[in-house]
């Protein structure tokens, strides 16, 4: 189950998600990373492939995109979602969506049993993905920074983000930015 290509301490790392992978599945016990940070009125952005293009996502095709499996938007979440007022930010290339974060000012849920409250001017970054193909092109870093920027205007000053400590994607997105 170790990945050799990890780099130096990357065996660590993979020891550290299989550790807590199994704490959670068979102790129930659930390890979170809890993120505050300011948001940049004007963020130096990553390099991303010059065709993607960043933009707040109408709910109409939220809605739209809650019909794709691969995005991973249950249309069930998505009207949740929107009715509470929250706000999907999206990476495009062409018309196709590449990548998403949500943003609430309110409650949002973590998974069935946690939700994750906020108030101003904090605001919570949740549910984000980036498809494979796009993957590794600091395309979603991008996504959060053009969110934080939307987000700063609306009169939020901070991010607060809460990521599973097994899940090494996030953890290595959040040290990059």
């Given at each position: 189950?170790?990945?050799?290509?990890?780099?130096?301490?990357?065996?660590?790392?993979?020891?550290?998600?299989?550790?807590?992978?199994?704490?959670?599945?068979?102790?129930?016990?659930?390890?979170?990373?809890?993120?505050?940070?300011?948001?940049?009125?004007?963020?130096?952005?990553?390099?991303?492939?010059?065709?993607?293009?960043?933009?707040?996502?109408?709910?109409?095709?939220?809605?739209?995109?809650?019909?794709?499996?691969?995005?991973?938007?249950?249309?069930?979440?998505?009207?949740?979602?929107?009715?509470?007022?929250?706000?999907?930010?999206?990476?495009?290339?062409?018309?196709?969506?590449?990548?998403?974060?949500?943003?609430?000012?309110?409650?949002?849920?973590?998974?069935?049993?946690?939700?994750?409250?906020?108030?101003?001017?904090?605001?919570?970054?949740?549910?984000?993905?980036?498809?494979?193909?796009?993957?590794?092109?600091?395309?979603?870093?991008?996504?959060?920074?053009?969110?934080?920027?939307?987000?700063?205007?609306?009169?939020?000053?901070?991010?607060?983000?809460?990521?599973?400590?097994?899940?090494?994607?996030?953890?290595?997105m959040g040290k990059y930015m």
């Amino acid at each position: 189950r170790l990945k050799a290509n990890l780099g130096k301490w990357g065996w660590l790392l993979t020891l550290q998600k299989l550790i807590f992978d199994r704490a959670a599945r068979f102790l129930g016990i659930h390890v979170h990373l809890v993120r505050v940070r300011p948001m940049a009125g004007q963020p130096e952005y990553p390099q991303t492939p010059p065709k993607i293009l960043f933009k707040l996502v109408d709910p109409e095709d939220c809605l739209r995109f809650g019909d794709e499996p691969k995005l991973d938007l249950d249309r069930d979440f998505v009207n949740a979602a929107i009715e509470r007022g929250d706000l999907m930010f999206g990476a495009f290339d062409g018309d196709s969506l590449v990548s998403y974060v949500w943003r609430t000012t309110t409650t949002a849920p973590h998974n069935d049993r946690l939700w994750v409250r906020v108030d101003p001017p904090y605001c919570y970054c949740y549910k984000s993905l980036t498809l494979p193909p796009y993957r590794g092109k600091r395309i979603s870093p991008a996504a959060h920074l053009f969110s934080d920027v939307e987000m700063a205007s609306r009169g939020f000053s901070h991010r607060v983000g809460f990521v599973s400590v097994a899940n090494l994607s996030s953890i290595s997105m959040g040290k990059y930015m």
